[in-house]
Nanobody
Framework: QVQLVESGGGLVQAGGSLRLSCAVSGRTLSAYASSWFRQAPGKEREFVAA????????YYGDSVKGRFTISKDNAKNTVYLQMNSLKPEDTAKYYC?????????????????WGQGTQVTVSS
């Protein structure tokens, strides 16, 4: 059973930064792809970023390119999302997800394991 626990969310002013963490535990394999999605009130869940565990290839949603960086620490089984130049429209609950494949995807339906989410609020 794979478990994902997000942390690092909070309240920040526009232009500020936050780093989210996703600690992965359980029967994990080295060839998983991980991602971050977010969901704002009244909106659909949106792809933010993804990373492949084995080769570290990364992918980003258009709205966060150049501002967010996804990374991983294999030894700590942790995925990070560094968020810079935050905007009020980045306000959402951020979810970490993993799939049993090394191929990262922007499609949330392909991810089997999900965390409970961490709230990020950006004030103007």
């Amino acid at each position: 059973q794979v478990q994902l626990v997000e942390s690092g969310g909070g309240l920040v002013q526009a232009g500020g930064s936050l780093r989210l963490s996703c600690a992965v535990s359980g029967r994990t394999l080295s060839a998983y792809a991980s991602s971050w999605f977010r969901q704002a009130p009244g909106k659909e869940r949106e792809f933010v970023a993804a990373i492949s565990w084995s080769d570290g290839n990364t992918y980003y949603g258009d709205s966060v390119k150049g501002r967010f960086t996804i990374s991983k620490d294999n030894a700590k089984n942790t995925v990070y999302l560094q968020m810079n130049s935050l905007k009020p429209e980045d306000t959402a609950k951020y979810y970490c997800a993993m799939r049993g494949s090394n191929i990262a995807s922007t499609r949330e339906g392909l991810y089997r394991y999900w965390g409970q989410g961490t709230q990020v609020t950006v004030s103007s």
